[in-house]
């Protein structure tokens, strides 16, 4: 059982008969009981309809075969008419066994001692839809669809819609809109992709495509899906727009991709001083050292070690040994050539990919890197200086690809450390 304390405001009908005055109502008129799926009562006109005799007969009704949806609808019903206190739509009855739809309007009520929840049920009136039920079903399912459905003429003018496109588009009918635009282009963000769709149906065009449509909540993106049809009467032809909306998965591919594109990012530069990262200058070393070989033309791989940044850390803030590191890669970013590559590889180490094809035009540009890298440094009030020791690895003399260079490059920079640092070193 429900909890009754929502329905308090509900009218509470405890016996059939306070509803002595129904018996005179011409319409058909019944009060059907939602907590035990069957009738409560009906008036005389309601006993006809179902082509019974007595009102007994109308409350012993057998409903047991009643789909868990006809249930569940009935349910919705009553619920929606507590909320906006009289509902009115079509329901497909079958008396005799035979479909009729009928429109219908409902007010919620509360029955007999035990409290049920109940609906009125008035008959409006009868819509004369033929009796085949393929066509009942279909017309239900349009109409309780969530997805916006329209049927249009050919000159875009809406013969029928679902309440889901009313809802969507019903916004339209109260403001001004220009007289060469039809009622179907009216909800294109772009008229212009409006008027060239329809012109495709024209053309006898069916098919699915994705605008941005101007509903009821802004521009949405919705999937069109275009058929041609007919009027079932006049035999006009007709098209019916049904649309989906995915905006939502739109937005989220689109944060996916961007979510995509900043890890991208992240991976392809350091994230402290700017420049590439290894893994970018690995992906990028196979497509030069490739080139290179296809050309026969010689590359230089140096790996650059910072000399006394120990000496900052140990000495100065945190934030003094990053602005070291940053500095020094703004500094060699200065120096080197425009097409050649810059990655920092971790800690005080940055590897460089240089078109430096001779031993002469290598060692010059290591000199010219010594040269700047050296230059004072000011920190926190202090001027301090680093140097570099440069190991120096030729392609393709010294390895083929870029982790065998990058082995030689190293063991030319350890040996400069050996040395006394702040020099270069080519490797043996």
């Known amino acids: 059982m429900a909890n009754l304390s929502q329905y308090g405001h509900l009218v509470h009908i405890q016996t059939i008969e306070e509803l002595k005055l129904y018996e005179l109502i011409p319409n058909v008129v019944w009060v059907f009981d939602i907590d035990k799926h069957g009738w409560w009562w009906g008036n005389p006109a309601a006993i006809d309809f179902w082509g019974l005799d007595s009102l007994q007969s109308l409350i012993d009704k057998d409903l047991s075969g009643d789909t868990q949806g006809a249930r569940d609808r009935t349910l919705q019903t009553f619920e929606l008419a507590v909320r906006e206190g009289l509902t009115v739509d079509p329901w497909t009855t079958y008396p005799n066994g035979k479909p009729k739809t009928l429109l219908m309007m409902h007010r919620a009520v509360l029955l007999g001692p035990g409290k049920h929840r109940g609906i009125i049920a008035y008959i409006n009136e009868q819509v004369n839809m033929g009796e085949q039920p393929e066509n009942l079903l279909l017309m239900e399912a349009m109409r309780y669809t969530r997805v916006p459905a329209t049927t249009f003429t050919l000159n875009g003018d809406p013969v029928v819609e679902n309440p889901a496109a009313t809802d969507a588009y019903n916004y339209i009918h109260n403001q001004p809109v220009s007289k060469d635009i039809c009622p179907f282009v009216a909800r294109f963000t772009d008229p212009a992709e409006g008027r060239a769709c ?178 004072p440094v000011p920190v926190e009030g202090e001027q301090v200086r680093v140097t570099a020791s440069i190991g120096i690895a030729r392609f393709p003399d010294d390895g083929d690809d870029l982790e065998s260079l990058l082995k030689a490059a190293d063991a030319a920079m350890y040996r400069v450390k050996k040395g006394g640092k702040n020099g270069y070193e080519r490797s043996a």
């Open 198 to 375: 329809l012109e495709r149906v024209k053309a006898g065009e069916e098919g699915r495509w994705d605008f941005i449509m101007q509903t009821l909540d802004g521009p949405r993106r919705h999937s069109l899906d275009i058929r041609r049809t007919r009027h079932p009467l006049n035999g006009d032809f007709l098209f019916l727009v049904v649309e989906y909306d995915f905006t939502e998965l739109h937005e989220a591919l689109e944060e996916v991709e961007t979510a995509r594109a900043k890890l991208h990012d992240i991976a392809m530069k350091d994230a402290l001083t700017g420049v590439h990262s290894l893994h970018y200058m690995q992906e990028a070393a196979t497509t030069e050292l490739t080139h290179a070989a296809v050309h026969q033309q010689a590359l230089s791989v140096m790996f650059i070690d910072l000399d006394g940044f120990k000496f900052i850390n140990d000495n100065f803030s945190h934030s003094a040994g990053d602005e070291v590191l940053c500095e020094v890669a703004r500094r060699l970013q200065a120096v080197i050539p425009e097409k050649d590559l810059l990655a920092r590889i971790g800690g005080d180490e940055y590897v460089l990919l240089s078109h430096a094809s001779t031993h002469e035009e290598a060692t010059a540009l290591a000199q010219r890197i010594l040269d700047r890298v050296q230059e």
